[in-house]
Nanobody, 128 residues
Framework: QVQLAESGGASVQGGGSLRLSCATS????????MGWFRQVPGEEREGVAA???????NYADSVKGRFTISTDNAKNTMYLQMNFLKPEDTAIYYC??????????????????????WGQGTQVTIPS
């Protein structure tokens, strides 16, 4: 059974940093693509970043250069390091996994509809 659990969300001042974690069970990182997504109430869920089994990464333009996605296979955990945070980064952040994915490149890598397994989300707030 696949389970994902996010942690690390908080309220921080603009320009600050946070690291989100996604603890997983039942996910084989060698055959899965992983992603981070975010959602503001009333808006659609958007892809933020994705990583494939060969550690190729893809980022939405809005976070490129500020956010870094990574995985630690030994800990079965994925991370999202977020730097230079802005008020528009405020959202609920979700991690997700999709199996049977050996390689991925481009914006299609973080299309929410392609991901099967989801965590419950963690709130990130950057006050204006």
């Amino acid at each position: 059974q696949v389970q994902l659990a996010e942690s690390g969300g908080a309220s921080v001042q603009g320009g600050g940093s946070l690291r989100l974690s996604c603890a997983t069970s039942g996910v084989d990182f060698s055959t899965s693509c992983m992603g981070w997504f975010r959602q503001v109430p009333g808006e659609e869920r958007e892809g933020v970043a994705a990583i494939d089994p060969d550690n190729r990464t893809n980022y939405a333009d809005s976070v490129k250069g500020r956010f870094t996605i990574s995985t630690d296979n030994a800990k079965n955990t994925m991370y999202l390091q977020m730097n230079f945070l802005k008020p528009e980064d405020t959202a609920i952040y979700y991690c997700a996994a999709r199996g049977g994915c050996l390689a991925c490149s481009g914006p299609g890598c973080y299309a929410p509809e392609d991901f099967t397994y989801w965590g419950q989300g963690t709130q990130v707030t950057i006050p204006s």
